[in-house]
């Protein structure tokens, strides 16, 4: 039987193969839909890789465990995809199972902490900010920890760059950054994906 990705609040260590529970995690309020008065740019980019399966695989032992930690499953919390280019992608993985909030590591990050300095001070740019998960647990709760992350995201925007956010959502159901036949690419896939769309701002 599969564990499920759920919110609730946290209890002791694991025991006996069930993970520990997480800590309760605020998601402070902000836009999940199309945000009022910015349309999408009319941009052709390359698409970001997907993997679209409805394949459930269950967490390993110490897997919730080790997601929970600042060094968790990755080499790399942040990753900027292609690093030049009309369109780009900066993924923000490993987030912790059930986890909403971005860990200590990943909001140190120097390449995110410069992806930031840039949205805010580069009007041409507009953005599209997408939360992911894996597939393990109940789509209504891995749908609640994909809006999540999204939003979490957001609110590290500076004033200036949340005026360019045009869209903050969920990834549609079945769709991924990797398959999620291995701890580590499920570990990708719990992700935000801040989809970043040059020239279509204000100068």
């Given at each position: 039987?599969?564990?499920?990705?759920?919110?609730?609040?946290?209890?002791?260590?694991?025991?006996?193969?069930?993970?520990?529970?997480?800590?309760?995690?605020?998601?402070?309020?902000?836009?999940?839909?199309?945000?009022?008065?910015m349309?999408?740019?009319?941009?052709?980019?390359?698409?970001?890789?997907?993997?679209?399966?409805?394949?459930?695989?269950?967490?390993?032992?110490?897997?919730?465990?080790?997601s929970?930690?600042?060094?968790?499953?990755?080499?790399?919390?942040?990753?900027?995809?292609?690093?030049?280019?009309?369109?780009?992608?900066?993924?923000?993985?490993?987030?912790?199972?059930?986890?909403?909030?971005?860990?200590?590591?990943?909001?140190?990050?120097?390449?995110?902490?410069?992806?930031?300095?840039?949205?805010?001070?580069?009007?041409?740019?507009?953005?599209?900010?997408?939360?992911y998960?894996?597939?393990?647990?109940?789509?209504?709760?891995?749908?609640?920890?994909?809006?999540?992350?999204?939003?979490?995201?957001?609110?590290?925007?500076?004033?200036?760059?949340?005026?360019?956010?045009?869209?903050?959502?969920?990834?549609?159901?079945?769709?991924?950054?990797?398959?999620?036949?291995?701890?580590?690419?499920?570990?990708?896939?719990?992700?935000?994906?801040?989809?970043?769309?040059?020239?279509?701002?204000?100068?």
């Open positions: 039987m599969l564990r499920l990705e759920q919110a609730t609040p946290a209890t002791g260590n694991i025991a006996m193969g069930r993970a520990p529970l997480p800590l309760p995690q605020y998601t402070p309020p902000g836009p999940v839909e199309p945000m009022p008065n349309a999408a740019p009319q941009l052709q980019c390359a698409p970001l890789a997907k993997v679209y399966n409805a394949a459930v695989f269950p967490y390993l032992a110490n897997e919730v465990a080790t929970r930690t600042e060094v968790g499953h990755l080499g790399a919390d942040v990753s900027l995809v292609p690093p030049a280019a009309a369109c780009q992608y900066l993924i923000i993985w490993d987030f912790g199972v059930d986890w909403r909030h971005l860990k200590n590591i990943a909001k140190r990050d120097p390449l995110l902490a410069a992806q930031l300095m840039r949205f805010e001070t580069d009007k041409s740019l507009q953005f599209q900010i997408v939360g998960s894996d597939s393990t647990g109940g789509e209504r709760n891995n749908n609640f920890l994909r809006t999540g992350r999204a939003k979490n995201v957001f609110h590290l925007f500076g004033p200036s760059a949340r005026s360019r956010v045009f869209s903050v959502k969920p990834a549609p159901h079945f769709e991924y950054l990797k398959d999620n036949t291995t701890a580590m690419n499920r570990a990708a896939n719990r992700a935000v994906v801040v989809e970043i769309f040059a020239g279509g701002g204000t100068i």
